[in-house]
């Protein structure tokens, strides 16, 4: 089991910044990829970034050049720096952390965070 406490959401202006953690603990030694989804009422959760325990990274094409997924692995934490906010970026937050153990995925998710961009 993994268990994964986000923070970091909130209100903001359009054009401001917020910094979304996600601290991971348990048993993450297998963990295979991190990444954090988004998700407004009525809609499909939707990926904004992942980052695999290769280095691999990759973004929504909605949040390239704003959005910066990071990890500390001292920390068991990732994060989610985002710059130049827009009111269409107004979600519930999600963490993800994929682990894999003979070939399978297990798949674990946080809490949710809310990020509400005003304009």
């Known amino acids: 089991q993994v268990q994964l406490v986000e923070s970091g959401g909130g209100l903001v202006q359009a054009g401001g910044s917020l910094r979304l953690s996600c601290a991971a603990s348990?048993?993450?030694?297998?963990?295979?990829?991190m990444g954090w989804y988004r998700q407004v009422p009525g809609k499909q959760r939707e990926l904004v970034a992942s980052?695999?325990?290769?280095?691999?990274?990759n973004y929504a094409d909605s949040v390239k050049g704003r959005f910066t997924i990071s990890r500390d692995n001292a920390k068991n934490a990732v994060y989610l720096q985002m710059n130049s906010l827009k009111p269409e970026d107004t979600a519930v937050y999600y963490c993800?952390?994929?682990?894999?153990?003979?070939?399978?995925?297990?798949?674990?998710w946080g809490q949710g965070t809310q990020v509400t961009v005003s304009s």
């Open positions: 993800k952390w994929v682990v894999t153990i003979v070939l399978m995925n297990y798949n674990y």
């Open positions: 980052l695999t325990t290769g280095g691999s990274i």
């Open positions: 348990g048993s993450i030694s297998n963990t295979n990829v």
